[in-house]
C-alpha cells in the first residue's frame, strides 16, 4: 500500500504518507524514487516532480490520501510491479546450481563468439571480397563489444534484479535442451581442475579474503559506506593481533592486594571497570581478576575484607594469550571460554599488556 499526500499551503509538494510495496519499507521506496526519477527528498518528503503529479492525479478513480492499493500503472512506472511468483521459482532454480548456470551461459557466449566471425567474415567474402571482411570484422567488434559487453553487464551491475528475473524466463528452457552439453562441459572442466588438485567443492566455494574484500568494495551503493567499513574491519581482524590494540602493562588499572587497606576501598568506589586485575606488588604477580559483583554487596555493607578480596578475585583461573595471537582468533576463543579479558603474554610469560573483548569489538564497529 502507498498513499500520496500533499502538504496544506504548499501545493507544489506532493510526498508519500505511508509506504508498503512488496515488503520494502520507506527507505527503499525512496531510493528507488531517488535513483530512478530524480525525485529529491526534503524534511522525509518528495518535492514537486512531474511524475508523482502524473501518479497522483492521472489514474482515474484513484487521487492522493486516499488509501487505496497504488493501482498496477502506478506500480509499473515506479519498477515497483508484482514480481511472478513462479519467476521467483525459476530464478532460486537456477542459482541453486550456480555451475550450471555459469555453464550455459559460458557455453552460449563461447558459441556466438566462435560463430559470430565465421559467419560474418563468410557473408562478407561472398558479398565483397577481402576489403568487406575488414569491415565487418570491425563492425562485429564494436557490436559485441557494446551490446554484448559493455551495456548489458553496465544495466545487469546497476538493475541485477529488473535483468535476472525476465532471463529466468530465457536461461530455464534453454538449460533443459543444451543439459547434456553443459553437463558434459562441467565435467570437463572439473576433470582438468582435477589434474591440478582442485575438487569440484574448492573451485565452487573457496573464496579468499583479498576476493570477499574486492566484492565488499565493489558493491557501491547496494552497502551503506558504514556497513562496508564494518565488513573490511572484519576482514582485517585475520592480520592484527591483540599486541595491536591491546592496554599495555604500565597503563593496566588494578589493585595491588598489599596497599594500603583504605586506599584500596576507595579505589573500589571510586572505580569505572567492572573488572580490575588483582596482584601482589607488581602486575606480573597477578592473582586473578575481580569482578565488582562479587564483591559489591560487603563493599556496601562495610564488611569487605582483605581475603574476602582475595577469594573473589582468585576464583577463576587468569586467562593469558600469547601476543601473537590474531584478533579473529582471539574473538573466538573468547566466545569459546566465554572470557571478556585477557592478559597478554610474551614467549618469556611476562606480561606485556590487557585485551578485552570490547577492544576487539571496537575495531569492528568504532569507538
Known amino acids: 500500500m502507498v498513499t500520496y499526500q500533499t502538504w496544506p499551503g504548499h501545493p507544489e509538494r506532493v510526498g508519500i504518507a505511508a509506504f508498503s510495496v512488496d515488503g520494502r519499507d520507506h527507505a527503499e521506496v525512496a531510493t528507488i524514487l531517488s535513483a530512478e526519477y530524480g525525485i529529491g527528498v526534503r524534511n522525509g518528503s518528495f518535492c514537486a ?7 497522483a492525479g492521472g489514474v482515474e478513480g484513484w487521487r492522493p490520501g486516499c488509501g487505496k492499493e497504488v493501482p498496477g500503472a502506478i506500480r509499473a512506472s515506479l519498477g515497483l510491479g508484482n514480481v511472478d511468483e513462479d519467476v521467483d521459482r525459476l530464478a532460486e532454480a537456477l542459482l541453486a546450481h550456480p555451475d550450471r548456470l555459469i555453464g550455459l551461459i559460458l557455453l552460449l557466449s563461447t558459441i556466438v563468439n566462435v560463430a559470430a566471425p565465421m559467419l560474418v567474415g ?30 548489458p553487464k553496465t544495466y545487469g551491475a546497476l538493475h541485477p534484479e529488473r535483468l535476472a528475473l525476465p532471463a529466468a524466463y530465457v536461461y530455464t528452457p534453454l538449460l533443459y535442451v543444451l543439459y547434456p552439453f553443459v553437463w558434459a562441459t562441467n565435467l570437463l572442466a572439473n576433470g582438468v581442475l582435477g589434474l591440478f588438485g582442485v575438487s569440484q567443492q574448492q573451485a565452487s566455494h573457496s573464496l579468499s579474503s583479498e576476493e570477499l574484500r574486492t566484492v565488499v568494495a565493489e558493491a557501491g551503493a547496494m552497502i551503506p559506506h558504514r556497513h562496508q567499513q564494518m565488513l573490511v574491519s572484519i576482514l582485517d581482524l585475520e592480520t592484527a593481533t591483540v599486541e595491536d590494540i591491546m592496554v599495555p602493562a604500565v597503563e593496566i588499572v588494578g589493585i595491588d592486594v598489599h596497599g594500603d587497606w583504605e586506599e584500596i576501598l576507595e ?15 607488581e602486575i606480573d604477580h597477578i592473582i ?26 582468585s576464583a577463576r583461573d587468569t586467562y593469558f594469550v600469547p601476543s601473537g595471537t590474531t584478533l579473529n582468533t ?13 592478559f597478554v603474554v610474551d614467549e618469556y610469560g611476562d606480561i606485556q599488556g590487557l585485551v578485552t573483548l570490547e577492544d576487539i569489538l571496537e575495531e569492528i564497529v568504532g569507538e
Open 330 to 342: 582471539q574473538l573466538l576463543n573468547f566466545q569459546r571460554e566465554k572470557r571478556r579479558l585477557a
Open 267 to 281: 579505589q573500589l568506589r571510586q572505580s569505572q571497570h567492572t573488572r580490575l586485575p588483582l596482584y601482589e606488588g
Open 122 to 151: 563468410f557473408i562478407a567474402l561472398r558479398l565483397g571480397g577481402e576489403f568487406l571482411v575488414a569491415l565487418g570484422a570491425v563492425a562485429l567488434t564494436l557490436i559485441l563489444l557494446i551490446f554484448c559487453e559493455v551495456a
Open 288 to 313: 586473578g581478576v575481580l569482578h565488582m559483583k562479587r564483591v559489591v554487596h560487603e563493599l556496601a555493607r562495610g564488611k569487605l575484607e582483605r581475603k574476602t578480596l582475595i577469594d573473589a578475585a
Open 49 to 55: 516532480h512531474p511524475l508523482l503529479s502524473q501518479l
